[in-house]
């Protein structure tokens, strides 16, 4: 009999925090009052995480993207390299002046110096 009664007692505190939440009246409680100063800084320090973490989940997303957008530069940077080198062989060159019919010879003799005395 005396755990029903302890029993129901405790439903009814249950109910009426419950209620006292729901209406309002909670907070003109002194506790609350009272810690109002640091509830209001665990709030704010809590919206500073949340924003911290949108603007870090920010910056992770661009840091891929550029990072995707550097490895698409370097293979392009490779294969320009590598037609680059290919185009300025001498064969390569001396078949791009034949096409374009200009009138220029390959030297038969590697090329000299011309000294000149200073007096």
Known sequence: MAEKKANKANQDKQLSFIREILSGNIITE?????NLGYISFVTILTVF????RFHAEK?????ARIMSEVKDLRAESIATSAALMDASRQSEVIKQIKERGMDL????????????NKK
């Open 59 to 63: 910056i992770t997303r661009e840091t």
């Open 30 to 34: 002194e506790i609350i009052l009272k």
């Open 105 to 116: 010879e390959e030297l038969k003799t590697p090329p000299y110096k011309l000294l000149v």
């Open 49 to 52: 995480y949340i924003g911290n």
